[in-house]
């Protein structure tokens, strides 16, 4: 079973939502879960984690992979992609149970490789999540979306327009591949953005988020 940092919700309550933070290549959940201390303010009433992916990358100190990345090919992505879906769902499935909420107080927010897990585990999930929001990331093999597609979650999609990782075009590709899968998908750009999460960026997430929960 995966496991990670945690943030249990600012007000010292019960969570009435869970945000699974979701870290790409070469990080860890250590990295990520400082975007959440970001978003406590604005989600009080939320607990936050974010899992460490299974693999690591042995030349490297605590960095963690959902998969290798050696060809860069869209058949390793879809490979890599399915090889670690069960882990990631499952881990979601067990964190939920644990804190007493179903699938409709759950957001899956991504980074790079962590969006397309968000992706490929939330939009197969029979268990509607309440949304899914993915920063400079792609979609993994959305010739098989409509196919496989187990239910239609609304779904943000955050990208910096000078991504030296992960191209820019790779947001419209993934956002027409969700709407012609029924998905209802909106965007966000940031100017000038490399692989990174901007200010901007961030506001976006926050807002999407306390939208699709209200």
Same mark, same amino acid.
């Given at each position: ?39 406590q303010p604005a989600l009080p009433e ?42 990631l769902d499952a881990f979601v499935s ?45 979609? %993994? /093999? #959305?010739?098989? $979306? =409509?196919?496989? &597609?187990?239910?239609?979650?609304? !779904? @943000? ?28 998908v909106e965007t966000h750009v940031s ?5 990174? %999460? /901007? #200010?901007?960026? $961030? =506001?976006?997430? &926050?807002?999407?988020?306390?939208? !699709? @929960?209200?």
């Amino acid at each position: 079973m995966l496991d990670g940092p945690r943030l249990s919700p600012l007000s010292g309550g019960k969570p009435d939502a869970l945000v699974v933070l979701i870290h790409g290549y070469g990080s860890n959940g250590d990295d990520l879960i400082s975007l959440a201390a970001l978003m406590q303010p604005a989600l009080p009433e939320t607990a936050f984690v974010a899992p460490n992916a299974p693999g690591r990358i042995p030349s490297l100190a605590a960095a963690h992979q959902w998969w290798a990345i050696e060809t860069f090919s869209m058949a390793e992505r879809a490979a890599g992609a399915d090889a670690a879906a069960s882990g990631l769902d499952a881990f979601v499935s067990a964190e939920l149970e644990a804190l007493g909420l179903t699938g409709d107080r759950l957001i899956l927010l991504g980074f790079s490789q962590g969006t397309m897990m968000a992706l490929h585990v939330g939009l197969r999930r029979a268990d509607a999540v309440a949304g899914i929001i993915g920063i400079s990331g792609m979609l %993994v /093999a #959305p010739e098989r $979306l =409509k196919s496989e &597609i187990a239910s239609r979650p609304p !779904v @943000l999609l955050i990208h910096g327009t000078e991504d030296e990782v992960v191209p820019f075009r790779s947001l419209e590709l993934a956002a027409a591949a969700l709407a012609e899968a029924g998905v209802t998908v909106e965007t966000h750009v940031s100017p000038g953005t490399n692989h990174s %999460v /901007a #200010p901007d960026g $961030l =506001k976006a997430a &926050i807002s999407f988020v306390r939208r !699709v @929960l209200s």
